[in-house]
């Protein structure tokens, strides 16, 4: 199991104990976190579960996949830290992973 904190548009915390292999959205979606909406159910074939990774985890979860960096031109707000969160599979070196959500999904 591994910490993950979803920071809501609203400041709203949601901090989540979560099994290592699953992905930030499915997390996300299973805890009914506001503002992440996955239309396509984790195929990054949309740009609905659009998170911003925390400056400190940035390194760490990495950039994104040319797939993914394709899908994120139709995002809304795209800052560096942007990542799709159905591509961000948890592990123990993401134990304590931080995102904020957009204000909304593309």
Known sequence: MSKLTI??????????????????MEN??????????????GACACATCHVYVDDAWSAVVGPPEAMEEDMLDFAYD???TSRLSCQIKMSDALDGLVVHVPERQA
């Open 28 to 41: 996300a979606v299973r805890n009914s976190v506001p503002g992440i909406e996955a239309e396509c159910g």
């Open 7 to 24: 920071v809501a548009f609203d400041g709203t915390r949601n901090d989540l104990d979560v099994a290592n292999g699953t992905t930030v």
């Open 78 to 80: 795209v800052r560096p």
